[in-house]
């Protein structure tokens, strides 16, 4: 049986609908791309609802201030000798800071949130 076959017979009408509230998710950044494509396997494999795949795979993004503040926090002070050796490549700071909290998170934060938290973070710190 082509492989073409056996994924049309698996879309079914309630797996279609599942498929849109994950597209809905994507666009209002509850997951992220790669956590989409990992929800979408759920989905179409385990016969998982939307809701279960985010839930019982952890895949919701960490859209949290305080959670965001405190791996922030944590990283800066982890990493408090390269922030010193590239405070005057502030791009390249910030994404290395980024790559960080983005392992530590487990790659669930939400990256523009983590980059507005930590440019305030930054020019506080070299205002001192």
């Given at each position: 049986?082509?492989?073409?076959s056996?994924?049309?017979?698996?879309?079914?009408?309630?797996?279609?609908?599942?498929?849109?509230?994950m597209?809905?998710?994507?666009?209002t950044k509850?997951?992220n791309?790669?956590?989409?494509k990992?929800?979408?396997?759920e989905?179409?494999i385990k016969k998982l609802t939307?809701?279960q795949?985010?839930?019982?795979g952890?895949?919701?993004?960490i859209?949290?201030?305080?959670e965001?503040?405190?791996?922030v926090?944590e990283?800066?002070q982890?990493y408090?000798t390269?922030?010193?050796k590239?405070?005057?490549?502030r791009?390249?700071?910030?994404?290395?800071l980024?790559?960080?909290?983005?392992?530590?998170?487990?790659?669930?934060?939400n990256?523009q949130l983590?980059a507005?938290?930590?440019n305030?973070?930054?020019?506080?710190?070299?205002?001192?």
């Open positions: 049986m082509p492989l073409g056996s994924l049309e017979s698996a879309m079914t009408q309630a797996t279609l609908n599942e498929l849109a509230k597209h809905q998710g994507l666009l509850e997951i791309s790669r956590q989409a990992e929800v979408a396997q989905i179409i939307y809701d795949a985010v839930t019982k952890g895949h919701q993004q859209t949290e201030a305080s965001i503040s405190d791996f926090d990283v800066i982890q408090t390269e922030i010193q590239m405070k005057d490549n791009s390249r700071l910030v994404s290395f980024i790559g960080k909290i983005m392992v530590l998170s487990k790659g669930q934060a990256p983590l507005k938290e930590i305030l973070r930054l020019d506080l710190l070299f205002l001192k």
